[in-house]
């Protein structure tokens, strides 16, 4: 444990909760813990995760998640889903949208996250990513890569899956201050990138300067940047 510092990233293993099927309503919660706040997450029997709204939430920890989204044969899945009204003070990761690795050589996996919304999001002093949407970050040191993402990007890889596709993701009214971090990193794939992602009115204020400088690390991804965002991720602008 580190005196003073409510997150342990060592413990990552507890997440808060994680919504899995259909016509879920979360509300009022303070969550403070050493993974995922909340994680949206696909069911294991081929039908969507859907119709999710979460707002009123005080969220401390690595992640308003949706994820991570793994390809399968029977096509994971997860849409419709709206964060809301949330605040997250000193929080790790903020909004952290995932797929995750094992693609087939034959095409017969697939997943999609679809119609994602995030609004009204306060996000003060994170201390590791503020935005993240690409693959999920979770190689650990001392373990083989594969095709998995380093904890530990931009110093290690990052491979994109092009079997889970990323569709009308929106960020609007999302305030960021004082990240300890540039603002944030979006990664979508060469073969499938992300489409219809929207920033609206995402204002980073006082960053970081590692590892991107005062800016988004954003590729294969195309949307639009609106209102007063600021700064305006490159592939958006």
Avoid at 119 to 129: G, R
Wanted: aromatic share 8%; hydrophobic share 35%.
């Amino acid at each position: 444990a580190v005196e003073g510092f409510p997150l342990q990233p060592l413990d990552l293993n507890t997440d808060g909760i994680d919504p899995r099927g259909r016509d879920f309503y979360v509300h009022d919660c303070l969550i403070v813990n050493d993974d995922d706040s909340i994680a949206v997450k696909p069911t294991s029997g081929g039908s969507c995760t859907e119709n999710v709204l979460l707002e009123d939430l005080i969220l401390t920890g690595f992640g308003a998640s949706i994820g991570s989204v793994p390809p399968s044969p029977s096509h994971s899945c997860v849409r419709n889903v709206t964060f809301r009204r949330i605040a997250m003070p000193g929080t790790g990761k903020g909004i952290y949208v995932k797929s995750n690795p094992s693609c087939a050589a034959d095409g017969s996996k697939t997943g999609e996250i679809t119609d994602i919304t995030y609004e009204d999001v306060n996000i003060t002093d994170s201390v590791w990513w503020s935005i993240w949407i690409g693959p999920q970050q979770q190689h650990e040191p001392g373990s083989a890569l594969g095709q998995k993402c380093a904890l530990d990007y931009p110093f290690g890889p990052c491979p994109t899956q092009e079997c889970v596709s990323f569709r009308n993701i929106t960020l609007r009214r999302v305030n960021i201050d004082r990240p300890l971090l540039s603002p944030g990193v979006i990664l979508g794939n060469g073969e499938n990138p992300i489409q219809g992602l929207l920033f609206e009115d995402v204002i980073v204020s006082r960053p970081g300067i590692f590892p991107f400088g005062k800016e988004y690390r954003c590729v294969n991804a195309t949307g639009a940047a609106r209102g007063t965002t600021v700064p305006v991720p490159a592939c958006l602008a």
